[in-house]
């Protein structure tokens, strides 16, 4: 199948200082693709270059269509829904007021968009009147990977979604993504620190060393890689 | 107790003036974290335009409508024109701006209208109702701005544009993930201002009349009156500005010659921000460095 999402050489910067430095990356239509790397690597950076939230350079190929010089707001209009480092919600509006944000490109569909993540993610449903900035760490993420769904985006991009959450959590918040890309047509861009659990649902995943890829392939072969277990995985 | 009912009606009337003008000051705060020093020259120049057209001869209220929008597209303008290239600019250089559009407000409307005091029609009658403890006037002006009031916080609450306003003002990053195009919503928070601000300006200048300095005082008062609420509270400013006027108004009747009012405001700016700088309503802004 096609590529969703192409980046080629893409380069990112912050200020004057290049951080990713001619990168490729391509996320197969319907597919998920996990970046992977150390702490510092660019994995983040990538990100926010793909959505026009830093400098940058070289291709970005979006369902057909160059993202290089577009804002990110065009970008997310364009159907790329980013949960940013952080989860981004907005922690003064309610449940529904973030869901409602999500779905701004989509205003139509708004009311069944907005009822379909309550299907997702019931605990949101009972939250719908709290402030955002109330929930469980846990629920903030659910909240943030509802709000990108709720554009209906054909790529869903997830930075970290499990930083700072329990395991038990992380399991709930990555079946339930993996249902929606099953289940919806969306295609899933990954940075993920845990590397054992990316790599068992990515079919691709790229090591990100240092601004460069530094090895990339099928999901199981990073995971078989000798070199990779002993760094990434631990065994 | 009839004089003291009277001194409180009235200060109500005031005190909705302020309480607009501060409004439309915490709108731009949230949205760009700047204070408009201009605010209150931007809406003594739309009062200029409300009287330039009912002499034309136009209804009173057709030219207040009329104004609003020519405002509303004004502060648009503005925001477009005049402070958009300095959004990322230390905020002394931005706050420099705004006072640099104050001065040029004032000039520019005393170079078109002159600095002649000018009388300003007011569309209500001045009878006196409720036992004589207020006049159909106070009652006019309090009732335009609650109505004004009333319908932005539905605007804010209810429509589609209002919430992503606000989401823009909370967290930009997220808003341009959304879609949102938050530039765009900076400028609507611009046109608002200065469509709330021209309101003010209109239902004030039938008692203060209309000059270019008309608004200094007022924005001094309505600054009171924002600081006082929590300067990052819309709920605040209104309150803040009621209490504004209707302390002004007492005090200027029982302890102190009217005359010397203004410095109840400046005392009052004082005594909030030693004693507590985020006002009744508002939050502490905590930054994480």
Redesign the interface.
């Known amino acids: 199948m096609a590529p969703i999402l192409e980046l080629r050489s893409l380069r990112a910067f912050y200020g004057q200082s290049e951080v990713v430095h001619g990168i490729d990356v391509a996320v197969e239509e319907g597919g998920m693709t996990v970046l992977l790397g150390a702490n510092g690597a660019g994995k983040t950076t990538t990100l926010r270059a793909l ?1 026009g ?1 830093v400098r940058r350079d070289g291709q970005i190929l979006f369902a057909g269509k160059e993202l290089r010089r577009r ?4 970008i ?2 364009l159907g790329v829904g ?1 949960v ?1 480092e952080g989860r ?6 309610t449940v529904e ?1 973030n869901l ?3 779905g ?2 989509n ?1 139509r569909q708004l009311p069944e968009a907005v009822e379909r993540m309550y299907g997702y993610f019931p605990i949101l449903a009972q939250r719908r009147r709290q402030q955002a900035g109330a929930l469980s760490g846990g629920e903030q993420q659910m909240l943030a990977i509802a ?2 769904l709720m ?1 209906a985006p054909r790529l869903l991009v997830l930075d970290e979604p499990s930083f700072g959450l329990a395991p038990r959590v992380v399991e709930s918040i990555f079946a339930i993504v993996e249902r929606i890309r099953r289940e919806g047509h969306v295609s899933v861009l990954l940075v993920e620190q845990n590397a054992s659990l990316a790599l068992e649902l990515a079919d691709h995943a790229y090591l990100i060393e240092t601004g460069y890829v530094v090895a990339s392939g099928s999901a199981k072969s990073l995971a078989n890689d000798p070199q990779i277990r002993r760094s990434y995985l631990g065994y | 107790m009839h004089q003291f009912l009277q001194q409180i009606f009235s200060g109500l009337a005031a005190g909705s003036i302020y309480a607009s003008l501060a409004l439309a000051l915490v709108m731009i705060y949230r949205a760009t974290d700047l204070v408009n020093f201009a605010q209150g020259e931007m809406a003594m120049f739309s009062t200029y335009i409300a009287w330039t057209l009912v002499n034309a001869g136009l209804p009173f209220w057709l030219a207040f409508l009329i104004t609003l929008v020519v405002s509303f597209l004004g502060g648009m303008i503005i925001e477009r024109v005049v402070i958009r290239p300095v959004e990322n600019a230390p905020v002394l250089a931005a706050v420099v701006v705004t006072i640099g559009l104050l001065l040029i407000f004032n000039s520019v409307a005393g170079w078109i209208y002159t600095y002649t005091v000018q009388d300003f029609p007011s569309p209500f009658p001045d009878r006196p109702v409720f036992g004589a403890l207020m006049t159909t006037r106070d009652l006019g002006v309090i009732g335009v701005t609650l109505l004004m009031l009333v319908l932005l916080f539905a605007f804010f609450r209810y429509t589609p544009i209002g919430l992503a306003m606000r989401a823009a003002a909370q967290n930009p990053a997220s808003a341009r993930l959304c879609g949102i195009r938050v530039g765009r919503m900076l400028a609507i928070g611009w046109g608002l201002a200065a469509m709330i601000g021209a309101t003010a300006g209109v239902m004030v200048a039938p008692v203060l009349f209309l000059d270019p300095n008309m608004m200094g005082g007022v924005l001094i008062y309505a600054f009171a009156g924002a600081l006082l609420g929590g300067i990052t509270s819309p709920v605040g400013a209104v309150v803040g500005g009621l209490i504004v006027g209707v302390t002004e108004n007492l005090v200027g009747t029982y302890l102190i010659a009217s005359q010397l009012k203004l410095t109840v405001a400046f005392a009052l700016i004082i005594l909030v921000l030693v004693f507590r700088p985020n006002g009744l309503f508002g939050t502490a802004i905590v930054r994480r460095v």
């Not at chain 1, 981004?88 to 509006?93: A, D, E, Q, S, Y």
């Open positions: 959505c939230m804002s990110t707001e065009e997310a209009s980013h940013p981004g919600t907005f922690v003064g509006l007021e409602r944000l999500g701004y490109t205003q709000r990108a554009m």
